[in-house]
């Protein structure tokens, strides 16, 4: 069963409008008449299908727009040419521990969160002590999330995001966090949801970790999609790539 | 417009759970880290009012009756809106980390900020009345039509919030445009004098200003004692839907441009 098709998918936007250059360079610009709309192309035509229980990995270097593309998948933004379906819900890992309050308690924190992600109070109020305990911040319920070490607000960020069982599961770099043994306890988590018929999409700069998990890889260079197929022909290309660098 | 209340009613119903977490968020804030803290929402408003009565007492209320009353209507309502709009300007902004990684209807921040100001502005409406009792005011049914211009005024907060955050998102001199025009505002509204001083077409002019109209309307129940014609009633509903629509249409136009902005 198809869960996710992107076909042709762009993703641009204006740069260098009055918010970044300032309005009296527009100005300037206007009157002499040089000034012209530039756009910004972060994802170009990128297709690919993906099966129900597949794992994607997306490889490139910084700022070939998979992260784009990934919010593209998620919601956050939508795409300016090309067409996508995505069926199903979709828990999404997006750059863990941002958008955590420093000025609320772990305890709060959790069920913004949880709230955040759709998950209903029910469901919270039952499933808290799992989330906690599988973060292993039992003895910091009650601090301020400011507090927290950088490695304990992904791992809370990580056991919010994991403690459902969605149909699309979106991770960017999220196992490149954490200290060795909840990586490894992560990484576990994270196999239990994709055997439970998840379908995810993995970005990584770990080829290994890519090799290991993916079923299909999507290769992306400056928001071109270089290559899409299976695991070990698209990484052996990529890691040749590398090698000749 | 029946089915659109509907629709956005099951919307909130579908999200209550992270408006509630918003709610407490954003009320918990306002106050974290301070000694009295909620006892400011309202302790403020009182040294306001002392302050401002101590000034003006002398030049306008001298013959006036229920001056300290007359003031605390229009401060009271300045300040709500105040507090409501500055919140809501940057409600957008100040969640920008989760709006750039969550896909969640934005309004959602904006309408937890404006529901913090109006539990405060609650707060600060129980001190109001206890003024009045003080200053002789009788209890009368006719106040409960202060619900109307208080209803209208929390859809024109919401309306005005909506312009300001997205404004501000786009570019971020509005914050300092905004303060000057609150400043100016305040002094428009008519907030400690009166604007019978004025000839009969000025005194009609202050009715543009929206801020004014719903002062005028608190002011007419509680101290003139008689509830505002159909005129002054449409001009409440007017500038409430009126800004709420514009704004509306603002997010619903720019909903996936903000993000690139953040």
């Given at each position: 069963?198809?869960?996710?098709?992107?076909?042709?998918v762009s993703v641009s936007y204006v740069v260098g409008d009055f918010s970044t250059v300032g309005l009296k360079d527009i100005l300037i610009q206007r009157l002499k008449g040089t000034y012209k709309e530039k756009t910004f192309t972060a994802v170009k035509?990128?297709?690919?299908?993906?099966?129900?229980?597949?794992?994607?990995?997306?490889?490139?270097?910084?700022g070939?727009g998979?992260s784009t593309l990934?919010k593209v998948?998620?919601?956050i933004m939508r795409p300016t040419e090309g067409?996508?379906?995505?069926?199903?819900?979709?828990?999404?890992?997006?750059?863990?521990?941002?958008?955590?309050?420093?000025?609320?308690?772990?305890?709060?924190?959790?069920?913004?969160?949880?709230?955040?992600?759709?998950?209903?109070?029910?469901?919270?109020?039952?499933?808290?002590?799992?989330?906690?305990?599988?973060?292993?911040?039992?003895?910091?319920?009650?601090?301020?999330?400011?507090?927290?070490?950088?490695?304990?607000?992904?791992?809370?960020?990580?056991?919010?995001?994991?403690?459902?069982?969605?149909?699309?599961?979106?991770?960017?770099?999220?196992?490149?966090?954490?200290?060795?043994?909840?990586?490894?306890?992560?990484?576990?988590?994270?196999?239990?949801?994709?055997?439970?018929?998840?379908?995810?999409?993995?970005?990584?700069?770990?080829?290994?970790?890519?090799?290991?998990?993916?079923?299909?890889?999507?290769?992306?260079?400056r928001g071109?999609?270089?290559?899409?197929?299976?695991?070990?022909?698209?990484?052996?290309?990529?890691?040749?790539?590398?090698?000749?660098? | 417009?029946?089915?659109?209340?509907?629709?956005?009613?099951?919307?909130?119903?579908?999200?209550?759970?992270?408006?509630?977490?918003?709610?407490?968020?954003?009320?918990?804030?306002?106050?974290?880290?301070?000694?009295?803290?909620?006892?400011?929402?309202?302790?403020?408003?009182?040294?306001?009012?002392?302050?401002?009565?101590?000034?003006?007492?002398?030049?306008?209320?001298?013959?006036?009756?229920?001056?300290?009353?007359?003031?605390?209507?229009?401060?009271?309502?300045?300040?709500?809106?105040?507090?409501?709009?500055?919140?809501?300007m940057n409600s957008l902004m100040s969640n920008a980390g989760?709006i750039t990684k969550?896909?969640?209807?934005k309004?959602?921040?904006l309408?937890?900020?404006?529901?913090?100001?109006?539990?405060?502005?609650?707060?600060?409406?129980?001190?109001?009345?206890?003024?009045?009792?003080?200053?002789?005011?009788?209890?009368?049914?006719?106040?409960?039509?202060?619900?109307?211009?208080?209803?209208?005024?929390?859809?024109?907060?919401?309306?005005?919030?909506f312009i300001l955050s997205a404004l501000f998102v786009l570019f971020k001199d509005i914050q300092y445009l905004y303060?000057?025009f609150?400043?100016?505002?305040?002094?428009?509204?008519?907030?400690?004098?009166?604007?019978?001083?004025?000839?009969?077409?000025?005194?009609?002019?202050?009715?543009?200003?929206?801020?004014?109209?719903?002062?005028?309307?608190?002011?007419?129940?509680?101290?003139?004692?008689?509830?505002?014609?159909?005129?002054?009633?449409?001009?409440?509903?007017?500038?409430?839907?009126?800004?709420?629509?514009i704004g509306a249409l603002i997010y619903k136009k720019n909903n996936y441009k903000f993000l690139y902005y953040m």
């Amino acid at each position: 069963m198809l869960t996710i098709e992107l076909q042709d998918v762009s993703v641009s936007y204006v740069v260098g409008d009055f918010s970044t250059v300032g309005l009296k360079d527009i100005l300037i610009q206007r009157l002499k008449g040089t000034y012209k709309e530039k756009t910004f192309t972060a994802v170009k035509h990128v297709s690919f299908t993906l099966e129900k229980g597949e794992l994607l990995g997306i490889v490139g270097a910084n700022g070939a727009g998979k992260s784009t593309l990934l919010k593209v998948i998620s919601g956050i933004m939508r795409p300016t040419e090309g067409s996508m379906t995505v069926k199903g819900s979709i828990a999404s890992l997006l750059e863990l521990g941002t958008g955590f309050d420093g000025d609320l308690t772990v305890r709060e924190n959790t069920f913004l969160r949880g709230a955040m992600l759709g998950y209903t109070r029910d469901f919270m109020n039952r499933t808290y002590k799992d989330i906690i305990a599988f973060a292993e911040l039992e003895e910091f319920e009650d601090r301020l999330f400011s507090h927290l070490s950088s490695g304990m607000r992904s791992r809370l960020a990580f056991s919010i995001a994991c403690l459902v069982n969605p149909d699309i599961l979106i991770l960017d770099e999220v196992l490149s966090v954490g200290d060795g043994a909840f990586k490894k306890k992560s990484e576990e988590k994270m196999l239990e949801i994709i055997r439970g018929g998840a379908t995810t999409l993995l970005v990584s700069h770990s080829l290994d970790q890519i090799r290991r998990l993916a079923t299909k890889v999507l290769w992306l260079d400056r928001g071109e999609q270089i290559a899409f197929g299976e695991t070990k022909e698209i990484c052996d290309r990529y890691q040749a790539f590398l090698n000749q660098k | 417009m029946l089915a659109a209340i509907k629709n956005f009613w099951l919307l909130l119903k579908k999200h209550q759970f992270l408006f509630e977490e918003l709610v407490k968020r954003d009320f918990k804030k306002k106050y974290k880290r301070t000694i009295l803290g909620m006892l400011w929402s309202l302790l403020s408003p009182m040294f306001q009012l002392l302050i401002m009565s101590i000034v003006f007492t002398q030049f306008f209320g001298r013959d006036k009756p229920h001056y300290t009353i007359y003031l605390f209507a229009g401060n009271l309502t300045y300040s709500f809106f105040r507090d409501s709009t500055y919140g809501g300007m940057n409600s957008l902004m100040s969640n920008a980390g989760i709006i750039t990684k969550i896909n969640l209807p934005k309004y959602m921040f904006l309408l937890s900020k404006n529901v913090a100001s109006l539990i405060n502005f609650g707060l600060t409406l129980i001190i109001f009345m206890i003024f009045m009792a003080v200053d002789g005011i009788a209890f009368s049914f006719r106040f409960l039509m202060l619900l109307y211009p208080i209803l209208w005024l929390i859809v024109f907060n919401i309306g005005a919030g909506f312009i300001l955050s997205a404004l501000f998102v786009l570019f971020k001199d509005i914050q300092y445009l905004y303060d000057i025009f609150t400043l100016m505002l305040m002094y428009l509204s008519a907030i400690f004098y009166y604007v019978d001083a004025y000839p009969e077409y000025a005194q009609r002019l202050f009715y543009l200003n929206p801020l004014y109209v719903y002062i005028t309307y608190i002011r007419h129940i509680v101290i003139d004692g008689y509830i505002p014609g159909w005129g002054t009633h449409l001009l409440c509903a007017v500038y409430g839907i009126g800004t709420l629509t514009i704004g509306a249409l603002i997010y619903k136009k720019n909903n996936y441009k903000f993000l690139y902005y953040m």
